[in-house]
Every structure is written in C-alpha cells, then in structure tokens.
C-alpha cells in the first residue's frame, strides 16, 4: 500500500507523476544509448524513481542537491535538457550543466564524496543567515565510507541544514549490505552523531515527499540534520558494465518486481479517483516522445578521444594516464564498471 493519499492535490500527484516519467524515459533511454555505444558506462536508476522525484519535489527551487552518479537525471527536473547529461555519460564537456542556474552540484562518483560538500554549502548558508536547505544523495554502500561518519558528525555538530538521503537498495554494486555492515538499520547509523534518523519506504512516493518535507522543515526551523534511509532494492544491474547474474539470485529479485515504483503509483492514483489510466499513459508516453531524437543530438557531439581525456582531466598528465600508456591492450580487458 502507498501512503493514504488524501493530503495530496491531484494537481501535486499529477507532478510528482510526471517527474517519474520523465525520469524513467530518461534512464530507459540512456541503457539504450549505452548498449548501441554512443554513450559509455552507465549507472541506471531504475526503480529509483520515486525517491529521487520527491526529493526535487519536496525542495523549493533554491534549496541545493548534490547527487551522485546514480542521480544523474535529477537536474533535468531542475529544467536542464536532458543532452546535458547524456553528454557527460559520453564523456564530453557539454556534459557539464550550470551548477549554480539549476543549484545542483556535479554528480560525485567517489563514493560518500558529496555527502561533506552538502554539509559545507549547508552550514555556509547557515553562518549567512540564509534560508538555504542542502540535500546529500548516497547509498547503503556510502554509509561505510568515512566521509558519511565525517559529514554527520560535522553536519551534527553545527547543525547544518542538510538532508542526508540514502537510498538504501541492498546493493553496493555485488556487496549485500549483511556484507558491509553490522548494523541492520541504516537509519540508526544517525544516534551516534545526535541527529535523528528516518526511514521510509524508496518505492513510496508520496512517503519519500512527506519525509524530505519534514527533514527540510526541521531544517529551516535551525534544527540541523535528518538522515533519511530510503529503503528499496536495486531492481537493475549496478551499472550497464554489471552482470548482478554472478553474484545474485535472480530469480529471487524477481518478487521485488511488483515494488516498481512508476506502474504503482499509477496504480494508487487511478484507485484514488486522481487520474484517469488513459491520462497517465499519455504522460508516459510524452516522456518517451520528449525523447524521441536525443540520439541524434547526442551523436552530434564527437566522442571525446584518449588524447584529450589525457590532456584535460590532469594538468599534468600522470605518468600512467599518457596516452601511450592508455592504448595498452591491458586497459581494455580491465572493463568498466563506474567508479
Ligand atoms: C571512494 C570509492 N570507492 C569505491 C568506488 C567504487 N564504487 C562505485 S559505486 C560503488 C557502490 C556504492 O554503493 P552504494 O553507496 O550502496 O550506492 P548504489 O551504487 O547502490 O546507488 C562502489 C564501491 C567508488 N566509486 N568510490
Ligand atoms: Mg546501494
């Protein structure tokens, strides 16, 4: 069951619908760009649809995010094209959109790293008396990284305005998290640090926007942190270098398939008399239409070469990263899982 409804306008629902949407076209899209090679690796978010479009939802357009690889398409509900973003799975410039027009920090794909840049512009904005909220994304994964514990702690300390919001899939790319932790509930991870912890259910998008509405409340009342463990299950492979098939049971993630999240909140809106099946299918597909030649836009950019990733990534390019060095055939045989 989704959360009771009732305190939801047909016109938010219809929103927060919508942004699912356009999310998942989104993600559908760039597996396929992937697989016919005109992007590279990429960290889909299927199943991470509603977590990810309440959380912009719940947040007024001046409140800051910080995402990370798995939230690439959450600045396009921000108002950036969606090529932006494909561009920056290709590997290209253009792939940079304008952190400070969208308020959204470029994606971090070291794992945790985000979390203690959102506390910082958090905390800023705290010392300037500014009403500013920062939302931090992570994973179960990142909760074990040092720079989660450095980042409540500090967040904590000060009582910086900032959301930590985990999105616990019960994966960090093939480590369960039985595997990475001892502790059983995410959330409690927050006692150690005096902030309170939440969780709610990731499939649940009425429930992720209530639950991001209240931390950013506490927030603005200069009650400091919330730690929000959002609690799914990562219904994709990691990424599209992935193959779960080695390392899980496949047929077992098959009962999680029902949580998908997009089908069933179209499910509780038609049940709650919100929309119309018809309607919801026409947002479905204008999503996929809004797509329909990011192909060709994407193909219009020419792939970055090794010489020029060499040549700008480092001021100084490594010894090991020269050229020269990146054409060994060992390179190729070492694939390329994100991170
Ligand atoms: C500091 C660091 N260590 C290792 C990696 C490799 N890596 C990429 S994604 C990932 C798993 C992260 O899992 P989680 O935080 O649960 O996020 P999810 O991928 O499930 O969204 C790892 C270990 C990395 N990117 N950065
Ligand atoms: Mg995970």
């Known amino acids: 069951m989704l959360t009771e409804l009732s305190s939801f306008s047909r016109e938010l629902a219809l929103q927060l619908f919508t942004a699912m949407a356009r999310l998942r076209a989104f993600d559908e899209r760039a597996v396929i760009l992937q697989h016919q090679g005109r992007i590279g690796t990429y960290p889909t978010f299927y199943g991470e649809e509603a977590v990810q479009a309440a ?22 509900l921000r108002g950036c094209p969606p090529l932006v973003p494909l561009l920056m799975w290709r590997g290209h410039p253009g792939g940079w959109h304008d952190v400070m027009e969208y308020r959204v920090a470029p994606i971090c794909v070291p794992v945790a790293t985000n979390l203690p840049h959102a506390v910082g512009a958090a905390w800023g904005a705290k010392l300037r008396h500014q009403e500013l909220v920062a939302l931090a994304y992570g994973g179960d994964g990142s909760t074990s990284a040092g720079d989660f514990h450095e980042a409540c702690n500090l967040a904590g300390l000060v009582g910086a305005p900032v959301i930590f919001l985990i999105t616990n899939n019960q994966w960090a790319i093939s480590t369960p998290v039985s595997k990475q932790t001892k502790i059983r509930r995410v959330a409690d991870k927050a006692a150690a640090y005096g902030i309170p912890g939440v969780r709610v259910d990731a499939f649940d998008v009425f429930a992720c926007y209530q639950a991001v509405r209240e931390a950013a409340a506490r927030a603005r009342a200069g009650e400091g942190p919330t730690l929000i463990e959002a609690i799914g299950y990562r219904l994709g492979p990691h990424a599209t270098a992935d193959e779960p098939s080695l390392y899980r049971d496949l047929q077992a993630d098959r009962l999680w398939e029902p949580m998908e999240p997009l089908r069933r909140t179209q499910m509780a809106l038609v049940a709650a008399g919100l929309a119309s099946e018809a309607e919801l299918d026409q947002i479905r597909a204008d999503s996929v239409e809004e797509l329909r030649d990011i192909g060709d836009s994407v193909d219009a950019y020419p792939p970055v070469t090794i010489e020029e990733i060499a040549a700008t990534v480092h001021r100084e390019t490594p010894w090991g990263l020269r050229p020269d060095r990146l054409r060994e055939p060992s390179w190729g045989a070492r694939g390329g899982a994100v991170g």
């Not at 947040?59 to 396009?76: E, G, K």
């Open 55 to 76: 959380s912009v939802w719940a947040l007024p357009r001046q409140d800051w995010l910080f995402p990370t690889y798995r939230q690439s398409a959450v600045v396009t």
